[in-house]
């Protein structure tokens, strides 16, 4: 059933039946009115980008890619580099860097539309907002892909390209096996800490999802 509300200053429909992601320590924690209000600058992810993927190989996804397994066959760094990808900071700063506050911020720096928090807040609940076992501050990539193996098996290891490196139906982003083969669980799990697990307006409105994310294929 759709929900009317008002964040961050203006009025905003969302269907939150099935959420799915785009097509935090409490002393970073943001409000959702500051989340529309100071979140609007446009992060420099051609910067990112360049600096991220100076020496890999950029050439796209090909439809001979489509059956090979990413964690097989493409570092993550190439993995990603070969997407067409806006989010470069968000794999700068949390995965290259090992910052996953840095690169959390700098992703949500960038994201000022009320509709696409919405979508965010339903994919963190769904996902992310139940992990207690990761820290922004001391979790690195390796935890994290222990982590996934608990949760998801080698799902996230077997996990193949798909169409233009984004997957397949049910292996998708925001389904958490392609976040994991790409390195950047955690990342997502470090912006959704800070802008949306512990904010009030977003518990009511998502809290019943926390764990429902189905089993991967």
Partial sequence: MPIVLCLFGVLCTAAVASPAKKVNSNQHLVSASQVGSTLLVNSPDDVCHAALCSGEDTSPYTAADMFKVVYDTWPWKQAYCKLENPDACLWKGCAADGNLTKGALDFLSRKGDAAYYIGEAAYCFQEHCSNTE??????????????????????????????????????????????????????????????????????AMFAFLEGASPAPF
């Fill in 134 to 203: 990761f820290d922004l501050q001391t979790t690195t990539l390796s935890q994290a892909q222990q982590y996934c193996d608990k949760k998801f098996g080698g799902a996230w290891r077997r996990l193949t390209a798909g169409p233009d490196g984004y997957g397949w139906p049910g292996q998708t982003p925001g389904s958490g096996v392609w976040e994991r083969a790409h390195a950047n669980y955690h990342c997502d799990w470090a912006y959704c800490k800070i802008a949306f697990c512990d904010v009030p307006e977003y518990q």
